[in-house]
């Protein structure tokens, strides 16, 4: 039995399975038939099917010649069709110039083209689905990856199908531009302050526009600054306000304990109270259940497993965004991530940017914001002075791969000393921001309730436009 061209020979073994492989020989005939007595078309089609798609090995190799013949600029017909095929030694196998004839004798109208090239499409994906199939098949039962790497790859694979089917080759400016300027108008009316996804806090999106798909954004800082806190913070305003879908990975806290937080928060209770059960007045328990009613409705989805590796939060976040649709992820933080691939020898500073990379992919793939939490170095306390871009902890790979970078800082006598029902000012530093201005936004934290809030009447301080804003 002769194989077709581009199946995997694992599957040869099996001649059943062949003859199950989806396609459709009319339409590939109709199509190349069509094609090669108006090859004005021919540009059009390629925009919707490729070589691979074709089944049959006679009708791929013809589409190859007249993709040949096209990419020279030159008229396509039977005769230079053939004559291509000649020069490659494939016309005999092709059939020969007959077979080129009897296409073009039984070729149908060429007002259905787009029709053929979209079925031999359709059935050349069904075709992948199943051979990604079989491939996750023998991933399974080979017994040479661990569970995690086959179920990583498995999802690549369907992944990879399913992007390649779905996704616009590309787009005429004429569709984009009035998107844009709609949008651009909408924003500038404040009828939206900011164009991406919104953080909660006005002041943090006016100087960002939003958190914007396929972006890293950093937040770090020195422990027990309220790294946390604001990250939750923003996942709650963001997700009341605005109806935000929002994944949160987090390392270091319980479920338990980030709902105690944000129940802390939306009710006006004191944390501390709260967990030591001296909660006593009627009133609230009642602004306790308003809180919690609150809080159900929101759609904020949480995975608290400890040493979480790379491949299982992009795994996890594939399934969020299929089953969910979620707009931002948030980690907390980065360097609690496990890397998948562990070796003694390996320095913490391999592994945190084999995280950070990760971390950017899963941004990139999916199309949303990733807010990762990180710490910084100690030199920020020894130097006694404001952070900087090099205090990122571990690697100079964080600054490299993200699009935002910012540092939570509040001065050293601050930190842990003050008044408890005084609000602390911290500093929410934006020190790089690949497609926009840095600066300053001032914001207040109530540590009796562990949340972040804008002080009145101040705006970004602003530092400085980057240079590479077109890069």
Known sequence: MEVPEGLHTETAAFPEAVKQMPHDAVAERSLIGALLWNAERFYDIAEIVRVPAFYN?????????????????????????????????????????????????????????????RIIQDQYTRRCLQEAGTTIAQMSTNGEKDVIEVIDESEKELFSVTQDYANTRYREISETIPELVQ??????????????????????????????????????????????????????RSSKRYGTKIGIF????????LIERLL??????????????NIKRKEDFDALNIAADRLLSLPIYIDDRPGMSTVNIRSTARKMKREHGIDLLIVDYLQLITPHETRGSDSMVYHVTEISRSLKQIARELSIPVVALSQLSRDVEKR????????????????????????????????????????????????????????????????????????????????????????
Do not use: C
């Open 264 to 277: 802390s928060v939306e009710s006006n209770l004191d944390a501390w109270r709260m967990r030591t059960g």
């Open 57 to 117: 090995p006679q009708h791929r190799r013809v589409f190859e010649a007249m993709s040949a013949i096209a990419a020279r600029g030159e008229s396509i017909d039977s005769v230079t069709v053939g004559n291509q095929l000649a020069s490659e030694n494939r016309l005999e196998m092709v059939g020969g110039r007959e077979y080129l004839t009897e296409l073009v004798e039984q070729s149908p109208a060429t007002a259905y083209l787009e029709s053929y090239a």
């Open 384 to 471: 006694d002075g404001k952070p900087r871009l090099s205090d990122l902890r571990d690697s100079g790979s964080i600054e490299q791969d993200a699009d935002v970078v910012m540092f939570l800082h509040r001065n050293k006598e601050q930190m842990y000393e003050g008044d408890e029902e005084a609000p602390i000012p911290t500093d929410l530093m934006i020190e790089k921001h690949r497609n926009g201005p840095t600066g300053r936004v001032s914001l207040q934290f109530n540590k009796k309730h562990a949340t972040f809030f804008e002080p009145e009447r101040e705006d970004l301080e602003q530092a400085s436009m980057p240079t590479d804003q077109a890069l």
């Open 250 to 257: 987090s390392l270091e806290m319980s479920t338990a304990q």
């Open 183 to 236: 949008e651009i108008v909408t924003v500038s009316e404040k009828k939206e302050q900011h164009r991406g996804v919104p953080s909660g806090y006005d002041k943090v999106d006016s100087a960002l526009s939003g958190f914007h798909p396929s972006d890293l954004i950093i937040l770090a800082a020195r422990p027990s600054v309220g790294k946390t806190a604001l990250a939750l913070d923003m996942a709650r």
